[in-house]
């Protein structure tokens, strides 16, 4: 099974930047690992996908963070980071990191980890 810890979360001003980092362990075959991605919640709504890469390497993005955050991955590492620039308010949230696995194409959810910017 997959198991996946979030990092880099805390509280910046507006216009700062973040560094998130989703680390996969457990049993995992890299070859199985069809896509990860970045989801975040805010208070009140759903959640939303920020973020994805799948294992080809091809990217997509919330349309209200496009040209801001950068999704990346280090497959010997088997983390994925989130870098995150020029945040809003509205980027508050939790953040979690997702991990799209194996032929059942089965979700696995680290525990997230708070993003918080201020004025």
């Known amino acids: 099974q997959v198991q996946l810890v979030e990092s880099g979360g805390g509280l910046v001003q507006a216009g700062g930047s973040l560094r998130l980092s989703c680390a996969a362990s457990?049993?995992?075959?890299?070859?199985?690992?069809?896509?990860m991605g970045w989801y975040r919640q805010a208070p009140g709504k759903l959640r939303e996908l920020v973020a994805g890469?799948?294992?080809?390497?091809?990217?997509n993005y919330a349309d209200s963070v496009k040209g801001r955050f950068a999704i990346s991955r280090d497959n010997a590492k088997n983390t994925v980071y989130l870098q995150m620039n020029s945040l809003k308010r509205e980027d508050t949230a939790v953040y979690y990191c997702?991990?799209?696995?194996?032929?059942?194409?089965?979700?696995?959810w680290g525990q997230g980890t708070q993003v918080t910017v201020s004025s």
């Open positions: 890469i799948t294992s080809g390497g091809s990217t």
């Open positions: 457990g049993s995992i075959l890299r070859t199985l690992i069809n896509a």
């Open positions: 997702k991990v799209d696995y194996g032929p059942l194409r089965t979700n696995y």
